[in-house]
């Protein structure tokens, strides 16, 4: 292996685009306008058109994106919000912070993601919001989701941090970008993220105009006209900088999808050519109500062996990642604070048994053939 394995390769991934990144950064710094300048809203436009038209409010991060939908819904300190206990904590800790109750609900052990029958028995008389996660690259089942959110006059901010540029598809075959389908999308251009840029950065989606207007002015010290302010706010910015590397990005992500997808099959192939009954470990399933981005591409060890397999790749050089070692029922910040919705058995059953492998754009066969001899060889087994 000539070049450090990494779970990202984001230096690759530069080298390849560095003369239309050097040149969009550049012109910021010629411009001075470091704040809302021009390719702020041209991103806004360019993102806004991928999903389908929407409209898009640029902020500062994926945790922001998340809190100020919650902010500009108007929920009330005392109201439950459903999440999922298998995700990232940003999923949750907006909804505490804001004097919500975050109410957690098991995953499906399949696809990692909520599913609308839990959510149905989590529901109270105080339920006003869910947020499914569209986890590791794959959306949520939106439909069954959305009609019972519609009979039950909740609202929907689905956390597409990791699944922008999915595919969420209906049972009619119909199909809408994940992140569009729910009352707001939020997401994150974390420099790891399927759409990184080159520091923080986030983004929040609405289709209702009126709505989207309150998103910008709560992102914005909830102003529209300057030092006028109508409502409580806070300050979240996508830099003019991260929007400029984010303008060259975007007319690439369905391109880094696609390498993504087709690293995936590839692992998936060889690892099921070896393990065709899953006695050792679980590949990651294509569910049919979504397409799959692959932000993560992540294994079920089966056995207890996961920890043994993760030291074993350490030794050899290869990268891997526990995403994620604690579900939320077990976070100490949330003992006292959220509510959990039944005993979350498959939530922890994901904990206790997920590795990440490295899963990113620039990922060539002779990594992969590396990656997949190693974890076959753990468990005595040959590629
Ligand atoms: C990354 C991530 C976030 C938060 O994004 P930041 O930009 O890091 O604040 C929220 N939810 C999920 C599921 C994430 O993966």
């Known amino acids: 292996m000539d070049r ?46 991928y999903l389908g038209g929407t409209h898009v409010t640029a902020c500062g991060n ?4 998340l809190q100020i939908a919650l902010m500009a819904l108007g929920l009330k300190p005392g109201d439950e919000v459903i999440v999922p206990a298998f995700t990232y904590v940003a999923s949750a800790e907006v909804i505490a912070l804001l004097g919500l109750v975050p109410v957690m609900v098991d ?3 399949r696809s990692f993601n909520v599913e609308a029958d839990e959510i149905l028995n989590a529901l109270t008389h105080k339920t006003k919001a869910i947020i499914p996660v569209h986890l590791f690259g794959q959306s949520c089942d939106m439909e069954p989701i959305m009609d019972l ?18 595919d969420c598809i209906f049972r009619d075959g119909s199909r809408k970008k994940a992140g569009t389908v729910g009352t707001i999308g939020c997401t994150s251009f974390f420099p790891s993220k399927n759409l990184g840029c080159y520091g923080d950065g986030g983004a929040i989606f609405c289709s209702d105009e009126a709505l989207s207007e309150k998103i910008s002015m709560t992102a914005n010290h909830g102003q529209k006209i300057k030092y006028h302010h109508a409502v409580i ?6 830099d003019t900088i ?11 992500l369905d391109e880094y999808s696609g390498a993504r997808r087709r690293a995936a099959r590839y692992y998936t192939e060889k690892f099921l050519q070896a393990d065709p009954d899953g006695r050792f470990f679980e590949t990651p399933a294509e569910m049919p109500f979504s397409t799959h981005v692959y932000h993560q591409y992540t294994l079920k060890i089966k ?29 100490e910040a949330f003992k006292g604070i959220a509510r959990a919705a039944g005993p979350l058995v498959c939530a922890q059953e994901c904990a206790d048994s997920v590795l990440s492998l490295p899963m990113h754009t620039e990922l060539t066969a002779d990594i992969q053939d590396y990656i997949i001899g190693n ?9």
């Open 303 to 331: 056995g207890g062996r996961r920890d043994g397999l993760k030291d074993r790749l350490e030794k050899r050089g290869i990268p891997s990642m526990i995403y994620y070692p604690l579900p939320l029922q077990a976070q």
């Open 375 to 383: 974890v076959l060889e753990f468990f005595g087994m040959s590629s």
């Open 4 to 49: 450090k394995m990494n779970m990202v390769d984001l230096k690759g991934q530069y080298e390849r685009i560095k003369p239309e990144i050097d040149a969009g950064i550049q012109s910021v710094i010629d411009s001075s306008a470091f704040i809302n300048g021009k390719p702020v809203q041209e991103f806004r436009k360019n993102l806004g058109t």
């Open 233 to 238: 706010g806070c300050n979240s910015r996508l």
């Open 242 to 252: 991260q929007a400029a590397v984010l303008n060259v990005k975007l007319k690439h």
């Open 107 to 109: 995953v499906n052990p």
């Open 62 to 65: 994926g945790t922001d994106a």
């Open 149 to 166: 959110a519609r009979d039950h006059g909740l609202y929907v901010i689905e956390d597409n941090a990791q699944s922008l540029g999915a």
